[in-house]
């Protein structure tokens, strides 16, 4: 959710700020858009100003579902540039010579620890849903509506749908709340890293668009068993930065 330095445009991890106004608006809003999807548990940023309470406080099922703080959802270290100006970042990344996206300030995370760290979440995700829910065969016969009814209902991957597609024959559903760049990284991770499956007639340039505040991604993730630990066997994209709550 918006907080005053989003608002300000400025940078912030290490600055744990509150949501504003607005922000607690967006996440009311997601909250109601949200309400009567159930899920199996939920993985929250420990920084302040996520939206994960407004949500649950939302919730036909899940009102009063204790949260799982995760310090892997935490922001992007911004390192030296935290709580300044973005454009003061921009000037910093001119000044070495490099893109403003790839440049990583002192102090300050790369894109790829950012990876690394929502790698090692998904690792702590699929122990923690396995640990509580076991393993279970979802029902195949839904899944075919499931991809047809979301195809047709948002052809760009966005917007237009149903708050719970793709939701069908899903067994163990996981809330996770984090933030903009956080979810960039992760989204570009599941798509390029894992080659998951995106809707039909979706745009690349809209996968990789920059997150909304309050934005909603879904991706339905199948693991199978193996010696070690489980093993992602497939990866689907149902929708990313949908935003039809704010409307």
Known sequence: GETHYNREKLLQQGVDTVLSEAGVQQGEAVGRYLRDIK????????????????I??????CCGMEMVLEPLLRERCFGVAEGHPKEDLKNMANAAGQSYREYTPPG???????????IRFLKVLYKQMLDEHGWS??????????ANRTDAAAPDGTAGGAADDGLQGVSVHALVVSHGTYIHVAVRHLVEGLNCSLPAGVKMSRVFSPCPNTGIARFILTLSKSDTSPVLSAARCVFTNRKDHLE
């Open 39 to 54: 899920f199996s548990q939920v993985f929250v940023s420990n920084l302040q100003r996520t939206t994960a309470e407004l």
């Open 56 to 61: 649950l406080r939302n919730s036909t099922h």
């Open 137 to 146: 065969t979802p029902d195949a016969s839904q899944a075919p509506d499931c």
């Open 108 to 118: 300050g995370e790369t894109t790829d620890q950012v990876r690394l760290r929502f």
